[in-house]
């Protein structure tokens, strides 16, 4: 990374706030270990099938990381922070090792499987479970290790994408201000609250997006983070999600012609914050505002979280009501696009 900043007032910094599940909310249902809560990766089995409970609810683990991270069984690679909604503050967090499970629509979850005293075996998925799916177990990792959050950006538009205002300007998202009012899909003209920008190596997670001139009806180029969810309308999703209102994420629409990934250089992203989650219009495309919540933030890189948590301490958000798809609904990345709402 190599810069980072933000617009909008000041507030508190915390550690890490991650969403985990307790070991009993994400059970075997079937397979060797049938019945039993969230197994620990050395006696796990693939092949076993996952599901979380239909009451199952998240807690806020916030969480202080051993720099350079931890290795080896008996490693402490975090410790509960102050604040946290689990666990006993200054307690240590152990990385047991990785689980990798897979949907039946190839939608692919990578959970760390973490142990503290008081707390218990937890799971950290570092992408959401989704509930009333079953998970196939396809890959164990029991190798005790560091506590490896994910490094991407979500919900984020590179420098020079235009954003429709409520008075019909397209602006460029690098000259957008807290204060200013731009139009939102669902709730008409709101007031943008926070601006945050990273420059970043384009690579690997942090690689953009491009979508090309013309092929989601966008007249320039729409480049954005590989995570970042575009607002899609498919009537044929409905069996599929149970909505044919859909947020897709960008990498999930990469087909190597019309939308590609933009390797190599640097990049610098832009966030932008509503009081609600919000889906704005990029280009003419509609795609979603930065959603504040820990499974978010944490994705994000170090110093821009922070940069949020300082402008908005205590908001937290719900996700905009349309469904999220985090894998392509048909073989094909990039069809989608051809049912995408314009906005028009």
């Known amino acids: 990374m190599d810069q980072a900043g933000s617009r ?8 890490h706030a991650v969403s985990v599940y307790t070991a009993d909310m994400l059970f075997v249902l079937s397979g060797a270990n049938a019945g039993d809560s969230l197994p620990s990766p050395g006696t796990s089995v693939t092949g076993d099938d996952y599901r979380l409970r239909d009451d199952a609810s998240p807690s806020t683990l916030i969480l202080q990381l051993e720099p350079g991270g931890a290795a080896g069984a008996a490693a402490v690679a975090g410790r509960i922070a102050g604040g946290s909604g689990i666990g006993r503050p200054g307690a240590a967090v152990h990385c047991l090792g990785m689980l990798r ?5 190839s939608d692919m979850v990578e959970v760390l499987v973490l142990d503290s005293p008081g707390a218990g075996r937890m799971a950290l998925p570092l ?13 164990i990792d029991d190798r005790p290790g560091p506590i490896r959050l994910a490094a991407t950006v979500t919900g984020a538009f590179a420098r020079g994408t235009r954003i429709a205002m409520q008075d019909g300007r397209q602006v460029p998202v690098e000259g957008l201000e807290p204060g200013m009012t731009v139009i939102t899909r669902d709730h008409g003209p709101q007031t943008l609250r926070w601006v945050g920008s990273v420059r970043l190596r384009a690579v690997g ?7 090309k001139a013309g092929v989601m009806g966008n007249p320039m180029p729409l480049t954005i983070s590989p995570h970042h969810r575009m607002f899609l309308y498919r009537r044929d999703a409905r069996p599929v999600a149970g909505a044919a209102e859909l947020l897709v994420q960008a990498r999930h629409l990469v087909n ?14 832009f966030s932008l914050v509503f009081d609600s ?3 704005i219009y990029a ?9 504040v919540c820990p499974d978010t933030l944490m994705r994000l890189p170090a ?4 940069a949020v948590r300082q402008a908005l301490p205590g908001l937290e958000q719900r996700l905009h009501t349309g469904a999220v798809l985090a894998s392509p609904l048909v073989p094909g990345a990039g069809r989608a696009r051809h049912a995408a709402d314009t906005g028009g």
Do not use: K, N, W
């Not at 909008?8 to 550690?15: D, R, T």
């Not at 499970?101 to 629509?105: E, F, G």
């Not at 997670?205 to 979508?211: E, K, Y």
């Open 101 to 105: 499970l897979m949907a039946p629509d």
């Open 205 to 211: 997670g942090f690689a953009p997006v491009t979508i």
């Open 8 to 15: 909008g007032a000041p507030g508190a910094v915390g550690g």
């Open 283 to 291: 280009e003419g495309v509609p795609c979603e505002s930065l959603l």
């Open 256 to 269: 190597g012609q019309g939308i590609v990934r933009q390797e190599g250089g640097f990049v610098e992203y």
């Open 303 to 306: 110093s821009l979280a922070e």
């Open 127 to 139: 992408s959401p479970l989704r509930a009333r799916v079953v998970y196939s177990l396809i890959a």
């Open 277 to 279: 989650h919000e889906v």
